[in-house]
């Protein structure tokens, strides 16, 4: 296998064990998302599957004397330095020097977005505890008990009264 070929089939393999498949897969809410998710799997997989395979195997060397023998030395020797006097260039990266600091920069707003996220989360979550448990008490409560609860309303409403708005 060529370096550079090797290079990325070993990067996509050690990055197979690195990605953590499940613990993302249960970040997932929704049905389409869930169908992306699973495309991507299945691209990286095939992506990594042929790098192990197909391109980690080194092409076997040619058997010039086997050829000679049935066609003739001339023309052989004639392909033969044909055949290495084919330079393959080396593969040289550079977009992943230029993507890498934006994809880190990306990393870095996730995480952020991710915490804003778990801050908003939390806060619905009370929320809704909140108003779960108006709904059950809401038959039996007094208008003093939901301004306990809610000053902002009781002052809201103290204010239109004194200011004689009635709405209309």
């Known amino acids: 296998m060529s370096g550079p070929v090797k290079k990325a089939a070993d990067v996509a393999f050690k990055a197979s064990k690195t990605i953590d498949w499940e613990g993302m897969a249960k970040l997932i809410v929704s049905d389409e998302a869930r169908k992306e998710f699973s495309a991507l799997r299945r691209a990286f997989d095939d992506v990594n599957s042929q790098l192990q395979t197909k391109f980690s195997q080194e092409p076997e060397p040619i058997d010039w004397e086997y050829y000679r023998k049935g066609i003739g030395s001339r023309i052989v020797d004639m392909y033969k330095e044909a055949y290495e006097s084919v ?82």
């Open 87 to 168: 330079e393959i260039p080396k593969f040289v990266d550079t977009v992943t020097p230029q993507y890498k600091p934006r994809f880190d920069a990306l990393l870095v707003e996730l995480k952020e977005a991710e915490k804003k996220s778990l801050k908003e989360s939390e806060r619905i979550e009370k929320e809704i505890a909140e108003v779960q448990e108006l709904k059950k008490k809401i038959s039996t409560m007094t208008a003093d008990e939901y301004f306990e609860k809610h000053p902002e309303l009781k002052k809201k409403f103290d204010d239109e009264i004194r200011n004689d708005y009635w709405g209309y």
